[in-house]
């Protein structure tokens, strides 16, 4: 069975520009989550999606924002981008949410931000 | 406030020596404790969920156990190939989802 897929693998961004990754969840699961990883450090979450609407939203500036699509997969939008978002971002899906289910990771997104 | 600490950060055994990795959480209304393993520039992979104190989950040389305050990923007889970062998560009350920052554990042959 296919694992939690995510696009592109690496990419290469000037400030200011604006950015869109794209996960796809494991058959039959219905949560989407992201997380921003910085080198060194743990996993921070950033939003949680089930059934289309958000769920749940860590400490990010407006500038984040998702969307989860019928077909439960999920785009995170990063708008006016800075240095610091520099990391490796995460998708997550599980089965639902709220009920301690276990997330099931991707291989994540390189972005670096020049 | 929420939060999950992992320690300690940096762990180098000789393979073979067993040891303990320590997870301390304080988050309101626990649904679930996580164990990762993550290996450089990869996604975190699955290792065990943990929903109530006293609970155990054992898989390979790894045995995860839960109390009211910590969490501990055993490790017996280490091999070189159990080398990576192994991530706490929690999941709170109001859906907020927390990892600590990680322990890397390094097994020399």
């Known amino acids: 069975d296919a694992g939690v897929t995510q696009s592109p693998t690496h990419l290469i961004k000037t400030r200011g520009q604006h950015v869109t990754l794209r996960c796809s969840p494991i058959s039959g699961h219905k949560s989407v989550s992201w997380y921003q990883q910085v080198l060194g450090q743990g996993p921070q979450f950033i939003f949680q999606y089930y059934e289309k609407e958000e769920r749940g939203r860590g400490n990010f500036p407006d500038r984040f924002s998702a969307r989860q699509f019928p077909n439960y997969s999920s785009e995170l939008n990063v708008n006016a981008l800075l240095l610091g978002d520099s990391a490796l971002y995460l998708c997550?899906?599980?089965?639902?949410?709220?009920?301690?289910?276990?997330?099931?990771f991707g291989p994540g997104t390189r972005l670096l931000v020049l | 406030e929420d939060q999950v600490t992992q320690s300690p950060e940096a762990l180098r055994l000789q393979e073979g020596e067993s040891s303990s990795l320590n997870c301390s959480y304080t988050v309101s209304g626990l649904r679930g404790l996580f164990w990762y393993r993550q290996d450089p520039g990869k996604g975190p992979e699955f290792l065990f969920t943990l929903y109530s104190a006293g609970e155990e989950k054992e898989k390979e040389r790894l045995k995860a156990t839960l109390t009211k305050k910590e969490s501990f990923l055993h490790i017996t007889a280490p091999k070189p190939e159990d080398s990576a970062t192994y991530l706490c998560h929690a999941e709170g009350g109001a859906n907020n989802l927390f990892f600590g920052t990680g322990t890397r554990l390094t097994v020399i042959p």
């Open positions: 997550a899906s599980s089965l639902g949410y709220g009920g301690g289910e276990t997330q099931y």
